[in-house]
């Protein structure tokens, strides 16, 4: 069975500031890996995806993370935080098999101050 | 614009009453998806829909009902409302193969 552990309930870091999000991850079989991110009140939005291609992934908002086989592990990073990133954010796994379903870590919510 | 559509956005229900929570997707995904979201526990898979005409269980199904009631349209019912379930309910969909979910804004819902 596949999981996902996010390491970090509540990060907060400095406007300008190095943000690293961590996951962790279980599977089985070669995983597909997936960050998202939620604004307040709102669904949420794929920021990147690891799909066994490149190991070092780029996504939206200048958004990054890197599949670490031998660590299990597909950490997000941003060089410099913005204000605008404070939000919540959510690491996925799927088996990548035809219909496989996501299971989502426990989500964290990342603050940002000025 | 192209998406997911949820109604209705927020919804409170007394202990026992029914309702159901509507999702449609124009993207012609094949897979459609049930989570629900509470503080501290992510997201859990209610129930998803593989293809047309098919649905499956995911974690927690009980005491919901789903129909998949065409390519677009992908339904989620509470028969009788407890208060366990408030929560808030995202409906995702995604194509068979590209692994990505495309998510609706959510329904917000409190039974009291």
């Known amino acids: 069975a596949q999981s996902v552990t996010q390491l970090g309930s509540h990060v907060s870091v400095s406007e300008g500031a190095l943000v690293l999000l961590r996951c962790n991850y279980s599977?089985?079989?070669?995983?597909?890996l997936f960050w998202y991110v939620q604004y307040p009140n709102q669904g949420l939005q794929l920021l990147l995806k690891?799909?066994?291609?490149?190991?070092l992934v780029k996504g939206i908002n200048g958004f990054e993370a890197e599949f670490k086989k031998s660590e299990t592990s597909f950490h997000l990073t941003k060089p410099s935080a913005h204000m605008s990133d404070a939000a919540e954010y959510f690491c996925a796994v799927s088996e990548g098999t035809s219909g496989s379903r996501l299971t989502f870590g426990e989500g964290t919510q990342l603050t940002v101050n000025p | 614009n192209a998406g997911v559509t949820q109604t209705p956005k927020f919804q409170v229900l007394k202990t026992g009453q029914s309702m159901t929570l509507q999702c449609a997707q124009d993207?012609?995904?094949?897979?459609m998806y049930w989570y629900r979201q509470d503080p501290g526990m992510g997201l859990r898979l209610i129930y998803y829909?593989?293809?047309?005409?098919?649905?499956d269980k995911g974690e927690v199904p009980n005491g919901y009902n789903v129909s998949r009631l065409n390519k677009r349209e992908f339904s989620l019912r509470l028969e009788s409302a407890a208060p366990s379930q408030t929560s808030v309910y995202f409906c995702a969909s995604s194509e068979t193969g590209t692994y990505g979910y495309t998510f609706g804004s959510g329904t917000r819902l409190t039974v009291v």
């Open positions: 993207m012609n995904h094949n897979s």
């Open positions: 690891y799909t066994s291609a490149a190991t």
């Open positions: 599977s089985s079989v070669p995983p597909y």
């Open positions: 829909s593989a293809s047309e005409g098919t649905t």
